[in-house]
Structures are given as structure tokens and as C-alpha cells.
């Protein structure tokens, strides 16, 4: 496989904005070409279709699991030919659940939230890649730049000696280095599944210690399966207004809904994205952003954000110094803040207003 036409060069072309072709036989030598509703980059080397209902496409894929796909970059109309191999088919887990969610997004957008159920994610290896001939257009820049974006965030998270400095910089830079005017940080509370506002950005009301349930919306699902979740269409059922009022039915807690405190965010966010926060292999909080534009955020800035967020996990959990001083202590701050937490295999809760000092 070309390094020039390597998957990680050509994930736009896996956002679902232009329906890619996918081309299969039969057992009786009979071709089938139709589009697919999600192709999904996976790894370099493996992308998903999604699979909704069992029709000729998946019947001959079962019989003869070679495949052509043709995709195309939605900016630049350049066009490409995957040759793909069938291996298996997820129904659960991460990767079922980030194709279930940007399904949502699309199946929404084309006003078939009824049709575009997911039974699985379907798992090809990809053996080969080439372009295909044709007139394109000049590549298109938009948004910041990332790499410098991310460097000048690390480095304002390193000058941060306090658990508040770490999560007003993180905010900070979202907004500054990145430009994402709508933003939330949910710290994790692993022992009861639940997440809890602890800063927000571009919101009338900050709704701090609002909770989300693990689970529920981006938001809980990226802390549930500890991967990003991203949303390139508006998508209804991912909405928490309607998740957790659907939630509260189901749990009788209907009533209690109006003394709760009122989650902010954007009453009908275009584009969404959730990242999970990790020290490691634990979750420590939820960093989740929102739009009111359509396919705002691409693979390149939730890869950006994936990498700051390990910088703010690890930071989050080791010990908070004063500055010039060697040992432990106390983090800076008043005392309505949230506290610095122990290290992060210890479990501490960072909930606002709770004292969590350094084991």
C-alpha cells in the first residue's frame, strides 16, 4: 500500500458527507454496486460499513468477502479505490458504539431516524488503495492549526500548579488555541457512573455539579467505552434533554426533573464531539465540545484533543506542587474549587467543593 495514499492522509473521505460505492459479486458471478450509509475509518489499515438490514450487499459479502469501495474527498472531489477483505462483525463495544452515534448524525440529516438502525459494524482489512483520474479541486484550510494549537495548550497545562489553574487553562486554550466557543469538562466518578460539570464555556448558565449517567448521549457513552465520540449531523436521540427525560421515565423520576440542576449546552447542537479524558487506562473526566455548524469537527482535531486530554489526565493525578517546592501539598485555589485529587489509582472523586488531597 502507497504511504501517499495512506488511510490516515485520506480520513475525510470516511465522514459520511459524500456516500461512498461499494462493489461486490456473488456466488453466481453477479456484481452488485450500491452506496453505503457509513464508511468508517478504523486504524490505518481497517475501516467499518455499517450494517443495518441483510440485503445483496451483505449476502454476497458473507459468500465472497472481497470488495471494491469507491469514496471521495467532499473538499477536493478527488476520488479513490479501496479494495477491502471482510473479517468480522462487531455488535457491541467501542467501535459499534461511535459508528451508532455518527449514524444518528447522518440518518437524522436525511430525515431516516426509522431506517438507519445499526446491527453491526462490519470489519474489512484494507489490501489496497488507489486513486482514481479525474478533475479535482485545490485543498481547502479551515480552522486553526492544530499542531501549534496543541503544542502552546501543553505547555500552558505544564505551567498550571493547581487543580483549578489545570482546568481554567484547559478551557482556556479550548477556546483561545482552538476556537471552540461551547465547551464542557465532566469529572468522572467511576464507583457511580456518573459524570459531573465541574467548568463550561460559552453558556448562559455554567451548570456546575449537573450529572450525566455513564451511558447516556456523547457524553456518556464516550465515558462508558473510553473513546471518542463525534457527531457530524444534528441527532435527536443523542439530545439530553430527551435522553435523560426518557431516562427518568423509565426510572419513575420523572417529577424530579425540575429540581435538578439544568444542564447547559446548545438547544440543537449541529456537530458534536466527546473526548474521554485518561490517565492511563483510567478515566478521569469527559471534555465535550458542540456546533451549531454542520461537520465542524474532522479526525484531526478530536485527534488533538485525544492527545491533550492525556495531558490533562496525568496532570490531574500527579501531585500538585507549589511552585519551587519539593514535596506535596495542597493546591492552590479558594476552597470552592475542586481539590486536587490522590493518584488516580486510589479513586479519588474530584466533585466541587470535596477535599481530595494528595495521598
Known amino acids: 500500500m502507497s504511504r501517499s495514499l495512506s488511510l490516515d492522509r485520506l480520513r475525510p473521505c470516511l465522514e459520511g458527507i459524500v456516500p461512498s460505492g461499494i462493489a461486490t459479486c456473488g456466488v453466481d458471478g453477479m456484481p452488485n454496486i450500491t452506496y453505503v450509509s457509513q464508511l468508517m475509518y478504523v486504524d490505518p489499515e481497517h475501516v467499518a460499513l455499517s450494517f443495518q438490514f441483510f440485503n445483496k450487499t451483505r449476502e454476497n459479502i458473507l459468500a465472497n468477502p472481497v470488495a471494491t469501495v469507491l469514496m471521495m474527498d467532499p473538499d477536493t472531489a478527488a476520488r479513490y479505490r479501496l479494495t477491502i477483505r471482510y473479517l468480522r462483525t462487531e455488535t457491541e463495544g467501542p467501535l459499534f458504539e461511535r459508528m451508532k452515534a455518527k449514524l444518528a448524525g447522518i440518518a437524522s440529516h436525511e430525515g431516516m431516524s426509522d431506517v438507519f438502525r445499526l446491527q453491526g459494524a462490519d470489519v474489512y482489512r484494507v489490501q489496497g488503495i488507489e486513486a482514481v483520474p479525474g478533475r479535482e479541486l485545490p485543498p481547502v484550510e479551515g480552522g486553526p492549526a492544530l499542531l501549534p494549537a496543541l503544542r502552546r495548550s501543553v505547555d500552558a497545562l505544564a505551567a498550571c500548579q493547581s487543580m483549578e489553574a489545570l482546568i481554567d487553562s484547559f478551557c482556556t486554550c479550548l477556546t483561545r488555541h ?16 456518573r459524570l459531573y460539570i465541574v467548568a463550561s464555556r460559552g453558556y448562559p448558565q455554567s451548570g456546575a455539579g449537573a450529572e450525566i449517567p455513564f451511558g447516556v448521549g456523547v457524553i456518556g457513552v464516550a465515558a462508558r467505552e473510553r473513546v471518542p ?23 419513575g423520576l420523572a417529577g424530579r426533573l425540575e429540581t435538578t440542576i439544568p444542564l447547559p449546552g446548545l438547544p440543537a447542537p449541529a456537530s458534536q464531539l466527546a473526548v474521554p479524558v485518561m490517565a492511563g487506562r483510567r478515566l478521569v473526566a469527559v471534555a465535550y465540545v458542540e456546533s451549531q455548524r454542520e461537520c465542524h469537527f474532522g479526525y484531526d482535531l478530536e485527534d488533538a484533543l485525544v492527545a491533550l486530554g492525556a495531558t490533562l489526565g496525568l496532570s490531574i493525578c500527579l501531585p500538585v506542587r507549589r511552585g519551587g517546592g519539593g514535596g506535596r501539598g495542597r493546591a492552590r485555589g479558594g476552597g470552592s474549587g475542586p481539590r486536587a485529587g490522590r493518584g488516580c489509582g486510589e479513586g479519588a472523586s474530584l466533585r466541587p467543593g470535596r477535599q481530595c488531597l494528595p495521598g
Open 178 to 193: 482552538f476556537d471552540l466557543q461551547h465547551q464542557m469538562l465532566l469529572m468522572a466518578d467511576e464507583a457511580a457512573a
Open 229 to 251: 465520540i463525534r457527531i457530524m449531523y444534528p441527532a435527536s436521540e443523542y439530545a439530553y434533554s430527551r435522553m435523560l427525560r426518557d431516562q427518568a421515565a423509565i426510572g
